[in-house]
């Protein structure tokens, strides 16, 4: 019996009670470890430790890799927004099976390879308004960390080296000192045949077997190994996250993020790597909150080359469509409901945006200049609605009735400057989190644009209302639409 203290009761201290209180309402978030919604408590006061599984650098990253990666930017800008400092990690992969087989395949070294992946991922990231985290470590930079990892797992007993030379995770020795394995993807062992090993990174629930830590060195990894105590070879994928959110974030801490399909294997053996290790205090746990977000369907179906519904960011860019508009539609959606992506979805985010957008750029005329402390309607529905898991449908939904509003005292000319200063403050404040910012400024005009405007003045001013709309025809034909403002027309590109 190893008797090792890392599989201890998770608990709320009465310290950690009093700071949900006296940060006002709680911020509540589910767990998939007890699955439920529970009051988010960090272990240290105000700090918040926050892991994200990121991309592999094998080829550029579709939208459903977005989708969670822009979950987590807004988890990490809405615990900001509540007044916790975040340390936000995330990974770079780039060493895995997948990773191996276009290295061969495309006799490209792995760091020219993964570099140019990186690089697209890193603009891709940026185009969508994602706050880059904090730390960014890649796989192979951790290579003795990885290896330490694994030496004190052979020590205390629950790894091992096959004939086969790779190093492998004994699923027995682990539970028979009292550990659970299958806790976070709820498996139930009575009911399974368990395997006797797997060395693949990527496995069924089905086939739970021991899985590999370290990846003996074959003929195919060409040039991709390193040396270690078992000779050389790789570290397998689940191993890397243990040892890189440890080594960063200490080896207990608060929030650790992915996609649904990361539940099982990768979170779940790297719970039991982690805590395996026992590197955690007596009563800790590796990870306090997991957190999965559901996955992004295109036109209801699973994304799948073959199948011709698998959009990379630059697809949709090259479609005409902008990172913002994008963005705003990946946050439309509850982080647990599984999102189903449309190009009808898309043009109906474009709209809902301008109409944003347009209210916005109103206020800021009526404003001119002048500055405000938020007014507190529009910030408090939104922090009800997110303290609630996330409630981002709440969330908009109190968004459009303040638009609605500030629209309806525009029109009737019952805003003052300094109240619509305050309402844009409100707008720019809930924005910290939802990570829009503002449009690009507008182009301008060419000068055959702005001289058929005037004439369309001219043409109105002596009630010629057909030449009128002609030149609006006009100007839509060369990509302007026309705005008729209390201040006089704008033209604005469509
Ligand atoms: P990968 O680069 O394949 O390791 O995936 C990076 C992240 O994207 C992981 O957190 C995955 O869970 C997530 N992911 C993969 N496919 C989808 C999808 N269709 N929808 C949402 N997230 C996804
Ligand atoms: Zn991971």
């Not at 647990?336 to 898309?346: P, Y």
């Amino acid at each position: 019996m190893l008797g090792f203290s890392g599989c201890g009761l998770d608990f709320i201290s009465i310290r950690d009670s009093f700071r949900v209180q006296s940060l006002g309402m709680s911020f509540r978030l589910f767990n998939t470890l007890s699955r439920s919604v529970e009051p988010f408590v960090p272990l240290t006061p105000h700090h918040v430790g926050m892991y994200c599984c990121g991309p592999t650098v094998h080829n550029f990253a579709h939208i459903g890799n977005f989708r969670t990666f822009i979950f987590a930017d807004l988890l990490r800008r809405y615990l900001t927004f509540r007044g916790f400092e975040v340390q936000h990690v995330m990974n770079i992969t780039d060493v895995e099976d997948k990773i191996i087989k276009a290295v061969r395949l495309t006799g490209r070294t792995l760091a020219d390879f993964t570099g140019e992946y990186e690089r697209a991922f890193l603009e891709d990231f940026d185009a969508l308004h994602c706050l880059r985290p904090h730390k960014l470590p890649r796989a192979t930079e951790f290579v003795g960390d990885i290896v330490a990892l694994i030496e004190r797992l052979i020590e205390r007993g629950i790894a091992y080296q096959a004939p086969d030379r790779s190093v492998y995770f004994s699923i027995d020795k682990y539970r028979g000192c009292g550990c659970r394995y299958g806790q976070l993807a709820n498996l139930n062992f009575e009911e399974m045949r368990v395997g006797e090993r797997v060395s693949s990174d990527e496995y069924a629930k089905e086939s739970v077997a021991d899985f590999a830590l370290w990846k003996a060195r074959v003929a195919d990894d060409g040039d991709v190994f390193w040396p270690s105590p078992w000779g050389d070879g790789r570290p397998g994928w689940h191993i890397e996250c243990s040892a890189m959110s440890m080594k960063i974030l200490g080896s207990s801490f608060d929030l650790h993020l992915g996609g649904e399909d990361l539940i099982f294997p990768h979170h779940e053996d790297e719970i039991a790597q982690s805590e395996g290790a026992s590197l955690q205090q007596p009563g800790q746990r590796f990870v306090k909150h997991w957190v999965h977000g559901a996955h992004l369907l295109v036109e209801g179906q699973k994304m799948a080359k073959s199948l011709g519904n698998y959009f990379t960011l630059r697809d949709l860019l090259t479609k005409g469509f902008s990172g913002r508009e994008i963005r705003y539609l990946l946050i439309s959606a509850h982080y647990r409901a599984s999102f189903n992506f449309t190009f009808e979805g898309l043009h109906g985010a474009r709209t809902a945006l301008g109409h944003i957008d347009e209210l916005n750029l109103k206020l800021t005329e009526l404003a001119a200049g002048l500055t405000a402390s938020p007014t507190p309607e529009l910030p408090a529905h939104f922090t009800e609605a997110m303290d609630d898991d996330l409630n981002v449908s709440k969330a908009w939904g109190a968004v459009f009735n303040w638009v609605h509003e500030q629209n309806r005292k525009l029109a009737a000319e019952t805003l003052t400057p300094i109240e619509a200063a305050s309402a844009l403050a409100a707008w720019n404040h809930v924005d910290q989190v939802f990570g829009l910012g503002h449009p690009p400024a507008s182009e301008e005009a060419p000068a055959e644009v702005t001289a058929l405007l005037e004439e369309r003045q001219l043409a109105r001013q002596s009630k010629n209302f057909a030449r009128s709309d002609t030149i609006r025809g006009e100007l839509k034909s060369k990509g302007w639409a026309i705005e008729d403002t209390p201040k006089g027309p704008r033209l604005k590109k469509i």
